[in-house]
């Protein structure tokens, strides 16, 4: 399985952005999909996910600012920003459980400054 992030970049404090993440494999298959991110001297960390058995979880810093969706057709997985935040630079990854291994993409860089 291969997961491939894309959709970041720089952006402006109380702007949106969408990040996408497609993968190898059909994302309906998957036991678990969703997003995390890593800021520099920080551990990565939770942003949202999609759980067959859980649903939709969120990060705490991203709750009603961010919607984690999934389009089938397009075999896609999204990442909706909203009203961005400085702290919310970093680097955001696709990670997705599967038959219980773990998959994760390289990466898309968001950041946002002034």
């Known amino acids: 399985v291969q997961l491939v992030e894309s959709g970041g970049g720089l952006v402006q404090p109380g702007e949106s952005r969408r990040l996408s993440c497609g993968a190898s494999?059909?994302?309906?298959?998957?036991?678990?999909i969703g997003w995390y991110r890593q800021a520099p001297g920080k551990q990565r960390e939770l942003v949202a996910s999609?759980?067959?058995?859980?649903?939709?979880s969120y990060g705490d810093s991203v709750k009603g600012r961010f919607t984690i969706s999934r389009d089938d057709a397009k075999n896609l997985l999204y990442l909706q920003m909203n009203s961005l935040k400085p702290e919310d630079t970093g680097l955001y990854y696709c990670?997705?459980?599967?038959?219980?291994?773990?998959?994760w993409g390289p990466g898309t860089q968001v950041t946002v400054s002034s």
């Open positions: 990670n997705a459980l599967l038959l219980g291994v773990e998959y």
């Open positions: 494999g059909s994302i309906k298959s998957f036991n678990l």
């Open positions: 999609l759980s067959r058995s859980v649903g939709i």
